[in-house]
Each structure stands twice: as C-alpha cells, then as structure tokens.
C-alpha cells in the first residue's frame, strides 16, 4: 500500500462525508425540478497529456474518467434540448495568475475543449462562457453589473445545476461556493440546488518529491485534494452524488 493510499485512507476517516444518493434526471424534471448541467475547465490545458504546464504529464485515470462522464451527460442534456454551460478557463498573457504558471493563455490551444467535447461548440443548447479567473461564478460578471451564469439559470427556470470539471479543489469548489453564497442571498433564482458529481471531477497531481524540485511549488496529491475539494462543497451547501442516470 503506498503512501498516498495510506493517507487517503486516514483522510477518509478523519473527515468522512456521505453522498446525497443518485442524481435521477428524470424524477427530478417530472417533478418540476429543471436541471442545467455545468462543465467547469475541461480544456486541454487542464486535461490533454503534454498540452501545457498544468496539464498531465501522463495519462491519468481520474481526469479521463472526468472528461468521459462529461461527455456522456452532455450528450444526454443535449439530445433532450436541455441547457448546458461550458466554462472555459482563457488568460491574457500580461495578466498572470499566482501561484500558478502561465496556462491556458489565449491563441495558445489550451484554452480550448478537450477533442472529445469540441461538438459542444456548435449545439445550440451550449453557452460558452470564456473566463479569467479561477472562479467562474465570478467571471461571469459583466461591467452593467449583470451576471451571464446567473442570467442563464432565470432564463431557463433552473431550480438544479449539476456541476462537473476540473479541477474539483480549485475552480471547481471555487464556482461551487460562489453560487452558492449567491443562492443564500437570492441573486440566483430560482435555483435551489447546486449538485456535484464526484466522479464526474478530477484534479492534478504534482507529488511531493516532484514539488520539492520546483521553485514555489505546492505538493498537490491528487486523491487527498479530490476528497477534500469534494468534503468542503460539502461542508459550502453542495449536494454531492456518485451516480448519474437518466431514470
């Protein structure tokens, strides 16, 4: 058993969580609970091995698993007229993001859909929304002080978002508690609630020996930082589910 296994396993028993139960699409809508499904970075500077400095440096099965699961929901909402939001984290080179290295710089591919979901770019049930910063709730923020996400989910009367991406610690728990906060207060009607897919989330991986080796990094375990980024959308209000399924 390694390391990381190990500790996963005290993780796990120290700050445990249970899941809501399963997601059911359709008992949801007949019951007049609309659903949009939101997709958060799944782009190749994020998920495509080699594309990038945040990219995988091989192929990993938790961030293949994510993009496979976003891409069988996308197609199901889609070929069902149901609304999807596709954020795609997009920089401007003269605008850096600490700590993290250049990535996903505009002009660069990286800050494009992964192949397998390049077909989202022309259904017309799919809003791109190109952001960046980390949280997507708050790059949809217009200057009439309008917000594009939240005007997607009045527009489509949606009382549930189902939430997937990249990665589930960081732009994802980031989005996840900005709406949130926003649902308290009442700024996103008529939404009630905000429904993470644990499998359908992935983060990166930088071990320890690896982040020893390079100036400022961070040790970034990828199976401790799923847990935990799933543990406090958890703790923020989230529901979060292991299975999807139409009915």
Request: hydrophobic share 40%; aromatic share 6%; glycine share 6%.
């Amino acid at each position: 058993m390694g390391s990381e296994t190990r500790a996963l396993d005290v993780l796990e028993s120290e700050i445990p969580f249970e899941s809501d139960g399963d997601l059911i699409l359709m008992r949801e809508r007949e019951s007049g609970r609309a659903i949009g499904l939101v997709l958060v970075d799944v782009v190749n500077g994020f998920c495509t091995v080699g594309a990038g400095d945040l990219a995988p440096t091989e192929p990993s099965k938790q961030i293949d698993r994510m993009v496979e699961e976003a891409d069988k929901l996308a197609k199901v909402f889609c070929e069902r007229n149901w609304p999807v939001f596709a954020f795609l984290d997009t920089h401007f080179p003269d605008k850096p993001e600490p700590p993290y290295p250049p990535h996903c710089i505009i002009g660069s591919g990286e800050e494009n859909l992964v192949p397998a979901l390049e077909w989202l770019e022309k259904d017309q049930n799919v809003t791109i929304k190109r952001k960046h910063c980390i949280d997507s709730f708050i790059s949809s923020m217009e200057k009439d002080g309008s917000n594009t996400f939240a005007d997607w989910v009045k527009k489509n009367e949606l009382k549930i978002v189902l939430v997937l991406g990249i990665c589930t610690d960081i732009c994802v728990l980031d989005f996840v508690c900005s709406t949130l906060s926003a649902r308290n207060i009442g700024r996103i009607p008529p939404l009630e609630d905000v429904v993470v897919y644990s499998h359908g989330c992935a983060t990166y991986n930088l071990p320890v020996h690896v982040a020893r080796n390079i100036k400022g990094a961070l040790s970034h375990p990828q199976d401790l930082l799923h847990h935990i980024g799933l543990y406090m959308a958890k703790g923020r209000g989230a529901k979060i589910v292991n299975k999807v399924s139409l009915m």
